[in-house]
Nanobody
Framework: QVQLVESGGGLVQAGGSLRLSCAAS???????VGWFRQAPGKEREFVSA????????SYADSVKGRFTISRDNAKNTVYLQMNSLKPEDTAVYYC????????????????WGQGTQVTVSS
């Protein structure tokens, strides 16, 4: 089992920044960590993912150039730096760990955190 704990969410004005953290209880048996988000009334969508090796990253088109994913293997933690935030970025953000790779499908991720709320005001 892998436990994931997100932190760093909050309320920010449009154009502002936030950094989300995802702390994993361990990296064993997992290859990558992804971030997903879900806004009210919408399906959960892929945001970004990174392999623990750091050799592979992936971003949704809607966040490319604004969000940066990174990892600190010594701390078993993955970060999502979010800049130039827009009201449409408002959602609950979840991190998830995959045994298969930095993939975009939620079904590829076996372990999930509880989520952290990000609210961007206009």
């Amino acid at each position: 089992q892998v436990q994931l704990v997100e932190s760093g969410g909050g309320l920010v004005q449009a154009g502002g920044s936030l950094r989300l953290s995802c702390a994993a209880s361990r990296r064993t048996f997992t290859i990558a960590v992804g971030w997903f988000r879900q806004a009210p009334g919408k399906e959960r969508e892929f945001v970004s993912a990174i392999t623990w090796s750091g050799g592979s990253t992936s971003y949704a088109d809607s966040v490319k150039g604004r969000f940066t994913i990174s990892r600190d293997n010594a701390k078993n933690t993955v970060y999502l730096q979010m800049n130039s935030l827009k009201p449409e970025d408002t959602a609950v953000y979840y991190c998830a760990a995959s045994t298969r790779g930095a993939l975009r499908g939620a079904r590829e991720y076996a372990y999930w955190g509880q989520g952290t709320q990000v609210t961007v005001s206009s």
